[in-house]
Antibody, heavy 117, light 106 residues
Framework: EVELSQSGGGLAQPGGSLRLSCAASGFTFSHYTVTWVRQAPGKGLEWISAISGTAYSSFYSDSVKGRFTISRDNSKNVVELQMDSLRADDTAIYYC??????????WGQGTLVTVSS | DIQMTQSPSAMSASVGDRVIITCRASQDISTYLAWFQQKPGNVPKRLIFGTSNLQSGVPSRFSGSGSGTEFSLTISSLQPEDSATYYCLQHYSYPRAFGQGTKVEI
């Protein structure tokens, strides 16, 4: 059974940093792209980043480019999202997801990130 | 970057109604379009990928169609459990993009 277990998140000050982690099991991890999606309170889904199975390619939305860094360790079946220079509008629930056929099929449980002084 | 526009943003319908949600891409995305359902407090669930491919386990009352820039999600006979917000997603290129969502109330 595919499982994605998220950790990290919490409260950060504006300009601060947080690191999110997504631990995967139940599939051949290195074969799949992993994506991060976020959802601000009461708002819609926003795609923010993805990393290919080999980690050769990574992608970002304009809203996080230059501030967030996605990485993966295929020996540990983990994808991480390093979030720097956090702003109030980064406040959201963050989801990791495993891609199949180009879009997100299996999702983590989500983790809340709050940016506030 | 590709932008996705959904309509309507919200709607109210009755059990048994046929419901159609549309999604427009700012440029040709062929058939690289997925649909997701999200209920309050829940993780999103993929319903359809590649415009018209029904995800395993999703009821057959859901269907998708379209190509190029115009797409639609149809619920043939609305059920109480279909009350949710629906999102389209283009998976033609990066960065990916969701539509703004359509809230369906029953």
């Amino acid at each position: 059974e595919v499982e994605l277990s998220q950790s990290g998140g919490g409260l950060a000050q504006p300009g601060g940093s947080l690191r999110l982690s997504c631990a995967a099991s139940g599939f051949t991890f290195s074969h799949y792209t992993v994506t991060w999606v976020r959802q601000a309170p009461g708002k819609g889904l926003e795609w923010i980043s993805a990393i290919s199975g080999t980690a050769y390619s990574s992608f970002y939305s304009d809203s996080v480019k230059g501030r967030f860094t996605i990485s993966r360790d295929n020996s540990k079946n983990v994808v991480e999202l390093q979030m720097d220079s956090l702003r109030a509008d980064d406040t959201a629930i963050y989801y990791c997801a495993k891609d199949e056929v180009g879009s997100m099929l299996h999702w983590g449980q989500g983790t809340l990130v709050t940016v506030s002084s | 970057d590709i932008q996705m526009t959904q309509s309507p943003s919200a709607m109210s319908a009755s059990v048994g109604d046929r419901v159609i949600i549309t999604c427009r891409a700012s440029q040709d995305i062929s058939t690289y379009l997925a649909w997701f359902q999200q209920k309050p407090g829940n993780v999103p669930k993929r319903l359809i990928f590649g415009t018209s491919n029904l995800q395993s386990g999703v009821p057959s009352r859901f269907s998708g169609s379209g190509s190029g820039t115009e797409f639609s999600l149809t619920i043939s006979s609305l059920q109480p459990e279909d009350s949710a917000t629906y999102y389209c997603l283009q998976h033609y290129s990066y960065p990916r993009a969701f539509g703004q969502g359509t809230k369906v109330e029953i």
